[in-house]
């Protein structure tokens, strides 16, 4: 792993320019269907079956695309609650193959998608430096604050918690304020982000001028 230009890349999507044009929503109701099935899988009385179950009917109602419902049942098979890696790889391809077929404005957001399944994949299976490099891919595509401390939390992995503190003090002053807030907010929830939480971003004003997270 060629660590330095890793690093370099990763500031490269930091910098001013990154963020003239916003990341676009998800189309339809994804975004809330996401969110639901999201809440279910973090709570721990839902069994798999059942998580796998609703992701169907909200498919069958008309409010998933194709690659967002392999997505959803990827994230479930890489979760705690099935923790079938295969699977959950074999999505991620089944995905990306989706992605490309279908093509239009929103393929760089579902190709940051497949790059963030990966990354994670190889960060369950302790392959941090693999993780990493598909980490810096999503950022590239989507630079979202879930993208960013993916990439945050394979360097604390990785014992380069100073390469870290250096990107999260540039976040604070590159970002936009909703992405400064929504860094502090999963630096607080994030177990695997747990050294950063006494560096986490405070009132400083942000790029577009809005006050970050305190």
């Known amino acids: ?14 910098d001013d320019d990154a963020y003239l044009t916003p ?12 969110d639901e099935i999201r809440e279910l899988l973090q709570d ?4 798999a079956n059942a ?12 409010r998933l695309s194709r690659t967002t419902k392999l997505s959803a049942l990827g994230v479930l098979a890489a979760s705690p609650k099935v923790r079938d890696y295969a699977e959950a790889s074999r999505l991620a391809g089944q995905q990306e193959l ?22 994670v ?11 990493l490099d598909w980490f810096v891919r999503s950022l590239e595509r989507q630079r979202t604050a879930e993208n ?13 918690g100073q390469e870290a503190l250096a990107l999260l003090d540039k976040a604070r002053h590159q970002l936009p304020g909703s992405e400064v807030e929504a860094l ?31």
């Not at 792993?1 to 930091?14: F, T």
């Not at 179950?53 to 109602?61: E, F, S, T």
């Not at 994949?121 to 993780?131: D, E, I, Q, S, T």
């Not at 502090?184 to 970050?212: F, N, T, Y």
Request: cysteine-free; charged content about 30%.
């Open 1 to 14: 792993m060629d660590l330095d230009r890793l690093l370099a890349r990763i500031e490269g999507a930091l």
């Open 23 to 34: 990341s676009r929503p998800l189309p339809g109701d994804d975004s809330g269907a996401l």
């Open 44 to 47: 721990p009385k839902v069994e």
């Open 51 to 62: 998580v796998r179950r609703r992701i169907q009917q909200i498919d069958a109602a008309g």
């Open 98 to 119: 989706v992605a490309w077929d279908e093509g239009g404005p929103l393929l760089t957001e579902r190709l940051a998608s497949v790059e963030r399944h990966r990354g």
């Open 121 to 131: 994949l190889a960060f369950l299976m302790g392959r941090p430096a693999v993780a």
């Open 148 to 160: 960013l401390g993916n990439v945050l939390a394979a360097l604390l992995r990785l014992g380069r």
């Open 184 to 214: 502090a907010m999963r630096i607080d929830e994030d177990g695997d982000l747990v050294a950063l939480r006494p560096h986490r971003p405070s009132p400083l004003r942000s790029k577009d001028g809005r006050a970050a997270a305190g």
